[in-house]
C-alpha cells in the first residue's frame, strides 16, 4: 500500500518520527504489530522492506519512530514530506491489552515506540515506565531512565535496579521491549517474582511475511525435537517463558 509522508520530525540526530496518512489501510493498527517499509530507491544488499513497530496510530495517521541504524533506516529518516512509500502492514502479533491493572513498562533504544503505543492502550492502569539507552540522546519520556554513559538519568542499564523496585510495589503485568540480551535479563529478573511478561523481540527479519525462516526463535518445546517460530509472524510479542534465551 502506498503511503505518503504527511510528516517527518527529527528528535535529535539519530532518531525521527515519521507521520503517514493511512488511507486505504483497514485493518485497526495494535501495539506491539509493526509495519515493512520499503526504500523508495534500490540499495545494493538491502531487503525487501524495514521493520518498524507502530508508535502511534489514530483513525487517519499511523507514526512511526526509527533509530538510525544502517542505510536502509538512514534513507527511511530522510524521507521528504508527501514521499509515498510502499508500506505492508501491520503484520504480526499485538501485546494482550488489559484494564485497570498495575503494569510494568521495560524498553531498550529503539524498543520505546511499540511500549509508548501500547501505554496509549491500556485502560486505566497504573503504569511504572523503566527506560535505558547507551547516550542520551536514546533517552525519551518515562519514569526512570538509565543510560550507559551516565549522561542522562542514573547511570547503568534497565536491570540495574530493578529487583529494588520489584521490592517496593506489585506488579500484575510486565511487557518488554530491547535487544535480546536485555530482555532475557529482564525475563529472569521477572521469574523469579512471578510476574508475567511478554516481550517484543528485534529479530533481523529478510521476509518480514513468514516465509523464509530468517527470523526464527526456538521456543520451548514439549517433543524431544528442538521448536521454532518465525518471530514476524508468531510474533514480535511472545510470552517470556516461551522463548529459549541463548
Ligand atoms: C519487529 C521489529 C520492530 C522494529 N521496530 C523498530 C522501530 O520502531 N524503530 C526502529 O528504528 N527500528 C525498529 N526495528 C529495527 C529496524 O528494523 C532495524 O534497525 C533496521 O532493519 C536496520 O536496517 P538498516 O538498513 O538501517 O541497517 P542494516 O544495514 O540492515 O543493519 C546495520 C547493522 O545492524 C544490524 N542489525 C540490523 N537489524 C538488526 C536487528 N533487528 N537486530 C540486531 N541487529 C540488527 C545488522 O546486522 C548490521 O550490522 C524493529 C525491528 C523489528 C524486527
Ligand atoms: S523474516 Fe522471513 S519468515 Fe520471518
Known amino acids: 500500500m502506498k503511503c505518503k509522508l504527511l510528516e517527518n520530525i527529527k528528535i535529535n540526530e539519530d532518531y525521527y518520527l515519521l507521520k503517514f496518512s493511512r488511507e ?3 485493518a485497526e493498527f495494535q501495539p ?3 509495519v515493512t517499509v520499503k526504500l523508495p530507491q534500490q540499495v545494493p544488499g538491502q531487503r525487501l522492506g524495514i521493520p518498524i513497530s507502530i508508535y502511534q496510530a489514530d483513525t487517519s495517521t499511523f507514526t512511526l519512530f526509527i533509530k538510525i541504524l544502517g542505510e536502509g533506516t538512514r534513507i527511511l529518516a530522510h524521507a521528504i ?3 509515498e512509500l510502499d508500506i505492508l502492514g501491520p503484520l504480526g502479533q499485538a501485546f494482550t491489552l488489559l ?3 498495575t503494569v510494568l513498562l ?3 533504544g529503539v524498543g520505546y515506540p511499540p511500549l509508548r503505543f501500547l501505554k496509549d492502550k491500556l485502560k486505566d492502569c497504573q503504569i511504572t515506565w523503566i527506560h535505558g539507552g547507551k547516550f542520551a540522546s536514546d533517552i525519551f519520556p518515562c519514569d526512570h531512565a538509565y543510560t550507559e ?3 542522562r ?3 547503568g542499564l534497565v536491570t540495574s535496579d530493578l529487583r529494588d523496585i ?3 510495589q506489585k506488579f500484575d503485568m510486565a511487557y518488554s521491549c530491547g535487544p535480546n540480551p536485555m530482555l532475557k535479563a529482564v525475563a529472569s529478573i521477572l521469574k523469579d517474582y512471578d510476574i508475567p511478561l511478554e516481550v517484543s523481540l528485534e529479530e533481523y527479519m529478510a521476509c518480514g511475511i513468514g516465509v523464509c525462516y530468517g527470523c526464527a526463535v526456538q521456543v520451548v518445546s514439549n517433543d524431544e525435537q528442538p521448536l521454532y517460530k518465525r518471530v514476524c509472524k508468531d510474533g514480535p510479542v511472545f510470552h517470556a517463558d516461551e522463548i529459549i534465551w541463548e
Open 24 to 26: 486505504g489501510i483497514k
Open 106 to 108: 521495560i524498553s531498550g
Open 153 to 155: 538519568g542514573e547511570k
Open 32 to 34: 506491539g504489530q509493526f
Open 99 to 101: 484494564t485497570n491493572k
Open 166 to 168: 520489584l521490592n517496593n
Open 149 to 151: 554513559d551516565g549522561s
Open 81 to 83: 514530506q508527501d514521499t
